[in-house]
């Protein structure tokens, strides 16, 4: 699922003059809304660790005709998303500024409070919620100033619904669901938009990183029929960019339809 389908929905070129930062762009979700956002017209700056995966979407992008900057980078460290926004702002083909911002990259964790693996809630916690935090307020305080802009955080079903198979991971959500409500209700008098996306299951790399498997995994999705993909989240986003200015869909949730839990 890729271009050919981005191209299918997104035709019209909505999104000609404006330029998105888009973290965790190297795989899943972030790859697939870069891929619609830039054949909608817009310029993209794309954020992940995994320079190769960058580079060969800025490379799929250009051969259609899009623009893409790949900038390499820990979406938990302060530094380093400072240093995006900075590249993003010294690109001239993106305009040296940014209109849409999707707060993406992040990472699962199998297990409740007491089953996950402890060793591993500090970083999960500095991806999805600090990191995620310190690039809202960033891009928050540029858009306030500048009195537009998009801000998309991809929050989960589990940030709204906690499920004790993945608890400490649905916990990172609640807080960046309680994130991105309190920005936008911070700044959205200055004509920015703040909206979270929360998918149910979504196939992609996910389920490795986290640690699922058919087990504690598969066993269950089995029983939701056919599982959301990452297109599907892009589209949702692609939608909420493309309303009038002055309708911002603040949450959306979006689940597999036989997902009956959580
Ligand atoms: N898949 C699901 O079922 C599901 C459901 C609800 C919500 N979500 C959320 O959707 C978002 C995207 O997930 P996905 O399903 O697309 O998973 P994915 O395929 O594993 O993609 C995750 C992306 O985040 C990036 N990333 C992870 N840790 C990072 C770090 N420390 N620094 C920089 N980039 C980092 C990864 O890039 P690198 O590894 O190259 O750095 C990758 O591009 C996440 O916030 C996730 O919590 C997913």
Same mark, same amino acid.
């Given at each position: ?110 297990? $409740? &409070? %007491?089953? *996950? ?10 991806? /999805?919620?600090?990191? !995620? =935090? ?65 998918? $149910? &299951? %979504?196939? *992609? ?10 087990? /504690?995994?598969?066993? !269950? =999705? ?41």
């Amino acid at each position: 699922m890729g271009y050919e389908r981005a191209i299918e929905r997104t035709t019209n070129h909505l999104l000609s003059d404006k330029t998105a930062v888009i973290t965790g762009a190297s795989s899943g979700i972030g790859r697939a809304t870069a891929l619609t956002l830039a054949q909608a017209g817009a310029a993209v700056v794309i954020h992940a660790r995994r320079k190769d995966r960058l580079d060969e979407l800025v490379s799929e992008i250009s051969r259609h005709g899009g623009k893409a900057l790949a900038v390499v980078g820990d979406a938990g460290i302060q530094a380093d998303i400072d240093l995006l926004l900075n590249r993003a702002l010294a690109w001239k083909e993106g305009g040296c500024k940014y209109d849409i911002a999707v707060v993406n990259a992040g990472r699962g964790l199998v297990g $409740g &409070i %007491v089953g *996950s693996d402890e060793s591993r809630w500090q970083e999960l916690y500095q991806v /999805n919620v600090l990191g !995620a =935090a310190h690039l809202m307020r960033r891009v928050g305080q540029y858009m306030a100033q500048r009195k537009s802009g998009d801000i998309v955080t991809i929050g989960s079903v589990v940030g709204r619904n906690i499920s004790p198979f993945s608890g400490f991971y649905g916990s990172s959500k609640f807080a960046i669901a309680g994130i991105a409500e309190a920005l936008r209700r911070e700044i959205c008098m200055h004509g920015v938009r703040v909206s979270i996306v929360m998918p $149910g &299951i %979504v196939l *992609s790399e996910f389920q490795e990183v986290a640690g699922y498997n058919e087990e /504690n995994f598969g066993k !269950a =999705a089995a029983q939701f029929g056919t599982l959301v993909e990452p297109q599907a989240i892009a589209e949702s986003i692609y939608w909420l960019l493309t309303l009038p200015p002055h309708i911002n869909i603040n949450e959306i949730m979006i689940r597999p339809t036989g997902q009956f839990y959580p």
